[in-house]
Each structure stands twice: as structure tokens, then as C-alpha cells.
């Protein structure tokens, strides 16, 4: 068998093929496939050692949050094929003002809103586009909602590949949008919504020879479980009680859920943390399956809501998320517009800011502390997924009274903070600030 080889999540088949075959399920039972490895020769006290002196070198891949834990997913068979912009790196923030309206004693953000495009993306992005050049592809191709597009299309811009990047027309954030335009990439708005494009792109990419770098391919799940090492390695090597991160699509809770698993196996940690995936309330299909008894899965045909980045109704990454939820005795919340809103600007009075969907962390963190589920006194990581300049209208609407839900009912601004209009005049504002 290979170092390094494609498998079957599906454990009734199992089947397995090499990791140069272009294929994102299963040819035999169309399952889901992960990259998987040889069991390594190396310890975790080696690499514990390795990790560290990395931080001081200053070649590119080990200046990368991503690259430095390379042998973790030891998938390419030349650093050549690397593509990186110097992305992970992101921070570990204590927000006690965030804690307090969670009812915790402390939490701790993960912003993934540090990356080089502003989103968590740029963690399986740079994997994505450095297997995309291992396997000799020319053009690569995404479906997004927002901040995958921006993250591909700067990988492959930086990768010397041709970015094709498909969006439902109308339901993007300008802030996004503008990075892919930026970025070069050739943008299609389709009149459909995300699972319908993602479905048209399939055969597209097929009948065209694209690389489809959506989290359905494992090697942007490989990326993405960096955010986990990384995490470990901050807190070194202790894990927190809880990760709490928002489920839209479900490949980052997928991916952090193994990453923690094979840290785990490895000998890198001794406990795994508890998972909780909060699901905006209009796209929660997610929720909707684990919170029922008989458990069959429903997509959400028309899924809404104004955190985009998560306003997926058929997220491929289910079965995936499932077993890392039941692995780590975690679970699924929900969260209302409403209490999205007011999360982010909690957030943002600590100083620390991200996209609407990373604030679905707090507002599900919230309701979780309250229903008994999490205790005040747990050490609770919360993924912040994207950048506070992410959706800028989002943010002013809100602060200015005229945020509307998708159903066009008003959200209060329970934390507003509007701009004030003021004369050209001293003794005025003076008056005013006194």
C-alpha cells in the first residue's frame, strides 16, 4: 500500500485508490473519500520538536501555519507542488466581554479571519491547489456562497491555474465577490442556489477536465484539519473542553473532527475536546437530523439566511460531521437571525470583529450555557471563520436600525451603534461628548 492513498468513509466498501486519481466519491458505492496514510514512522515528541524549530526558519513552507505540520498529511510527493501564501498563523483571543454574554468565565476565539483572503478557506485552499498542481491540472473551479471563491481564486491565481468560480446570482457578499474579481478569476453568477450549482458544476468539471476544489475534495478537508493542529499545538498540546464552530457545508467540523482524531492516535493529545456545530436556523439541516429520533437526512430546499457564508441546504459533508459529533460526544444547536446579529456585535465590542456566520459560534454558545450543556467553568475554543470586513453592509445595517431578516422582518439592534450627525460647531460637540 502506499504512504499515502484515497479511502472510502463508507465502512461497509472501504475501497481504496491512489491519491493521483481524480475522484471525489467512490466509483464503487459513491461515498464519501478521505485521504488516509501508512501508519507513520516518526513520534509525536519528534514532531513536537520539529513543529517548534520550524517557527524560526524562514523558507515559505515552514513560514505557512498550514506546511509546517506537513508530515501530518504527507499526501504530496514533491514540496514543489506547494502553493502558499504564508496562510494559518491565525491567533488565539481571549474576549471577556464575548464570555460574559455566553454565560462563560472565559472564551477563546480561533480567528481564522487572519488568513492571506480573510476566511478559514485559505487552510484547505493551499492543499487543494498544490494537489490541483501535482495532478497537472490547468483550470480549477468552485461553487461559493463567498469566501471559498476568494480563497481559490487567489490559490490558483498564485498557483499559475486558471480559477473558474460559480456563484448563485444575487446571494453574495460584495466583499467577497470583489476578492475573486480582484483575484482574476473568471466568475459565472448562475440563477440557481448553491446545491443546484454544485450539482451542474459536477458534470461540468468532468466533461471538461476542471478540478473542483469544493470541500467534497478531501484534500481540502486535509487542509482544513491544520486549523485543529495548530490550535493543539497554541495551547500546547492541551486540548480545551469544547470547539465550538459554525455548520454550513460542514467540511470544517469534518476536518477538525479528524485532524483531533488522528492527533489523538498519533499520541499528540490524550483527550478529544468536545464538538458543537451551530447552524444558522433557516439553513439547518444539519441540526434538523440529529435533533430527530429516527434520524433520516433532509436537505433544505430553499435555506435562508444573511449569514451566506453558511446558506447551504445540502451540505455533502454530513455523514462526515456526524461521526465526528458522535466521536467527540458533542452537538448541534441552532441559532436565529436575530441572535446571530447580536453575537457579531458582541464580538465586535470586544474588539475582535469576524463575518455573520463565525458569529453563530456565540449566539449557539449562548443558548447552550443556558440549556446546561456547556458549564460556565468549561474552556470553550470558538472558530471565528471569516474577516469583519467579510460583509460590511451586513454590519452597518444592523448598527443603523435597517438589518432585515430574509423574511423582511426587522432585527433589532440591541447593540447598535450608529453614527451620530453633528454641526460644524465646537460648543455643540463639546456639549454633546461632555
Known sequence: MPTSF?????????AVYPVTEVIYNCPKCGGLLEAAYEKPTWTATEMKRTFRERRMDNAPINQSGIWRYRELYPFLDSDEHIVTLREGNTPLLDAPR???YGGLDQITFKHQGFNPTGSFKDNGMTCGASQARRLGMQRVACVSTGNTSASMAAYASAGGLQPIIFIPHGNISYG????????GAQTLQVEANFDQILALVRVLAERLGIYLLNSINPFRIEGQKSIAIEMMDQLDWNPPDWIVLPGGNLGNVSAVGKGLRELKEHGFITKLPKLAVIQAAGSAPFYDYMAEAGRTF????????LATAIKIGDPVSWPKAELEIRTAGGVVESASEQEIADAKAVIGAAGIGCEPASAATLAGIKKLTAAGVIRADEHVVAILTGHVLKDPDYIYRYHTGQLKDPAGSAIAATFGNAPTVVPNDADAIAKLLG
Open 6 to 14: 484515497l479511502r472510502c468513509f463508507n465502512t461497509a466498501c472501504a
Open 98 to 100: 464575548a464570555a460574559k
Open 176 to 183: 467577497k465577490l470583489a476578492q475573486a474579481l480582484e483575484y
Open 298 to 305: 433532509h436537505s433544505v430546499t430553499h435555506p435562508e439566511t
